[in-house]
């Protein structure tokens, strides 16, 4: 048997279909279908039938996906019992995906316990959007995702929800600007000018009715997915803007900026995703440990 040609079943199983798990291991469809073909020939039978507009698994894909599974199970438990022998230590690779939704100083602040395990670690990180990285959690080329929203029952992949933090949101401003709204906080965002995440952030709806629940109507000056690029417009002075209250410091220390309030009603969630409901991998085990002071539940 091919183990390459039984891994692309196994991953187009995992992924719901040929079209989705092509994109996820970035191959073309047409060549992910002719290697499942030369797998179903050596076997001898179908592995997927057409179900509407897209395949199904047939009573042998079944099958040969419960094995599927216990192959690649034991051969990912393998790698991480043995990992690589340098200097005649092990090293724990830890992949790791980022929502690009999560601003990257949280990132790091989750992320920094797994580099203080005991033994040697080496951080592998993919950012990218949050629905492709479930799609290589499944298939395990990754051991952890970390998003600002839960996985939700309606995806196909298997995997369990942690929750890591909740923090309320701070409204940031450059000091001139910030000069320029005399009003208490928060009336003072009525009519100014304000950055504010892209509509497909969850976030985003949060803070719509958070406005309309106040009658503010700031003015909007721009949108965007990349909360990186909208802290760097706010910091050059062309609009307030709102990021997470537990990184004040860190956003005020690198943008040049001044709190203008605090909206603790107004709250992000911070999640990391895993094929494992009782979490065993070291660096995981040290995120939701630290996770657990750094933020803890009231």
Not at 84 to 89: D, P, Q, S
Not at 248 to 266: I, P
């Amino acid at each position: 048997m091919n183990f390459k040609h039984l891994y692309y079943f196994w991953a187009a199983a995992k992924a719901g279909g040929i079209v989705r798990a092509g994109e996820q291991l970035h191959i073309t469809p047409q060549t992910l279908s002719t290697q499942i073909k030369l797998l179903e020939e050596s076997m001898g039978c179908h592995l997927f039938q057409k179900h509407g507009r897209g395949v199904e698994l047939t009573a042998e894909g079944r099958t040969a996906l419960s094995y599927a599974e216990q192959i690649f199970t034991l051969g990912a438990e393998l790698e991480a019992a043995v990992g690589n022998k340098r200097g005649g230590g092990r090293t724990l690779h830890f992949r790791v995906g980022i929502a690009d939704a999560v601003p990257k100083a949280m990132a790091y602040r989750l992320l920094e316990p797994a580099l203080s395990v005991s033994e040697p670690v080496r951080l592998i990180c993919h950012e990218g959007h949050f629905r492709d990285l479930l799609g290589q959690l499944s298939v395990q080329r990754l051991d952890l995702v970390i998003a600002n929203e839960p996985m939700g029952k309606q995806t196909s992949v298997k995997a369990f929800n942690h929750t890591l933090g909740i923090t309320g949101m701070s409204f940031f401003a450059a000091p001139a600007l910030h000069r320029t709204l005399t009003q208490p906080f928060p009336q003072c965002l009525d009519g100014a000018p304000m950055l504010i995440q892209g509509s497909a952030s969850a976030m985003r709806q949060r803070l719509d009715l958070w406005l309309a629940e106040h009658a503010l109507r700031p003015r909007l000056i721009g949108e965007f997915d990349d909360a990186a690029l909208l802290k760097a417009f706010g910091g050059e002075g062309r609009g307030v803007f709102m990021s997470p209250t537990v990184l004040e410091d860190e956003t005020c220390a690198q943008y040049g900026v001044e709190v203008m309030g605090r909206a603790s009603e107004l709250v992000e969630e911070f999640f990391g995703i895993s094929v494992e409901r009782r979490i065993t991998h070291p660096c995981v085990a040290a995120i939701t440990r630290a996770a657990r002071v750094q933020f803890p539940r009231k």
